[in-house]
Structures are given as structure tokens and as C-alpha cells.
């Protein structure tokens, strides 16, 4: 059973601070890596993907990939209270049309 | 704003009927996804059309079925309704098939089982 584990948080951050949320993921295969923001009632969307070890910066965000010890993790910069929302992880499965899913973090902004 | 459709946005059924929900895909997207959503749970994959055809599919039972049509428009039939259906389901187009594009999400159905 492929799984991906986030821990649930809530994680309070004052505003301002970086956020830094992670992921680990069971299956060493996996290729591709994805992280969704996701707002109370509202459905997830895309913010980074990455495939590649590493990190990958785009504006305030940064997804860093470490396939060795198989997590990846995003961090926020500057966090805005607007950035408050469950965060959700993502990893392509064993069979090439599926993504597994984490059960996302709740990250709070405190002002 | 993704430009991924879903109707309706709420709907209430009673245990043991049937329901259909609906999504269009993105302009130039011919790949669409069903996800189920528990309320503080992650998306289980439901299955995946590619150019009509089922092209995996998640641990879901039979009486969940699907149908892609040739604009790429998608729909979700779930029938003998149970109370653990209740959850919001999603619809997410992506350009091609496969778990590793990135997938655009509809603003999703919330479906209540009574």
C-alpha cells in the first residue's frame, strides 16, 4: 500500500516567519511530487510541483525534494495570513495515471 | 480560476438512490479525474478517462461508473447510495493521461447521503 504521511497540525506561524511543511512518502519509485493549498470548502489547487532533487523557489515558496530519505517539503516565506489553509501533498503512484495523497497539514497565520 | 466546471455544487440524497455529477474540463485538456474527499481527509482517487476510455481506476466499487464524452466533458454515476458517500467529490483535468501531470482542479460537488 503506497502512503503518503503529513502531519495533520495545526501549525501556527506568526505572520512574517517562514512556514515549513512536509511530506514522506513510502513508494522509492515515485517521480513526480505535487503541493495543493486548499481552503475550507474550496478544492485544491496547484502550487509546485517538482521531479527533480532539490529545490525549486517560485515566488515565496520553495518545494525541496529529497528522493534518498523520500520527503519533500514546502516552505513559505513571508507568510500572510492569506497563506492559512490546509496544505496537501501529493506523489504520483505506481500506476501512471494515479496521484496518493496525504491527508494535509492546517497551517495558521497568526497576525 | 482553473476552468474546470462541476455541477451541481451541493446536492442531498437519500441512502439508496442514484446520483450523476458532471464536470468540463479545461480548454485543450483531455484527461479527467474523480477524486472523493472526506471531510479532513486527503482526495481517494475514484478512476481516470483518457479520450472516453477508463484509464485506472482506484479501490472504489463497482456501483461508482463513469463516462467521458468526445468534448472531453465527464460524468460520476454513483449508485445504491450509502451514508458514507457523503463527501465532496472533484473533478481535475489535466492534458494528458497519467498521474504525474499536473492536474487542475473543479471547485467540486458536495454530495450529502441521508
Known amino acids: 500500500q503506497k502512503e503518503v504521511e503529513q502531519n495533520s497540525g495545526p501549525l501556527s506561524v506568526p505572520e512574517g516567519a517562514i512556514a515549513s511543511l512536509n511530506c514522506t512518502y513510502s513508494?522509492?519509485?515515485?517521480?513526480?511530487f505535487f503541493w495543493y493549498r486548499q481552503y475550507s470548502g474550496k478544492s485544491p489547487e496547484l502550487i509546485m510541483f517538482i521531479y527533480s532533487n532539490g529545490d525549486k523557489e517560485d515566488g515565496r515558496f520553495t518545494a525541496q525534494l529529497n528522493k534518498a530519505s523520500q520527503y519533500v517539503s514546502l516552505l513559505i516565506r513571508d507568510s500572510q495570513p492569506s497563506d492559512s489553509a490546509t496544505y496537501l501533498c501529493?506523489?504520483?503512484?505506481?500506476?501512471?495515471?494515479?496521484?496518493?495523497w496525504g491527508a494535509g497539514t492546517k497551517l495558521i497565520i497568526k497576525p | 480560476e482553473t476552468g474546470v466546471t462541476q455541477s451541481p455544487t451541493h446536492l442531498i440524497k437519500t441512502r439508496g438512490q442514484q446520483v450523476t455529477l458532471r464536470c468540463s474540463s479545461q480548454s485543450g485538456h483531455n484527461t479527467v479525474s474523480w477524486y472523493q474527499q472526506a471531510l479532513g481527509q486527503g482526495p481517494q482517487f475514484i478512476f481516470q478517462y483518457y479520450r472516453e476510455e477508463e484509464n485506472g481506476r482506484g479501490n472504489f466499487p463497482p456501483r461508482f461508473s463513469g463516462l467521458q464524452f468526445p468534448n472531453y466533458s465527464s460524468e460520476l454515476n454513483v449508485n445504491a447510495l450509502e451514508l458514507d458517500d457523503s463527501a465532496l467529490y472533484l473533478c481535475a483535468s489535466s492534458s494528458a493521461s497519467g498521474g504525474d501531470n499536473e492536474q487542475f482542479f473543479g471547485p467540486g460537488t458536495r454530495l450529502t447521503v441521508l
Open positions: 501529493a506523489v504520483n503512484g505506481d500506476s501512471n495515471y494515479q496521484l496518493i
Open positions: 513508494d522509492r519509485g515515485s517521480q513526480s
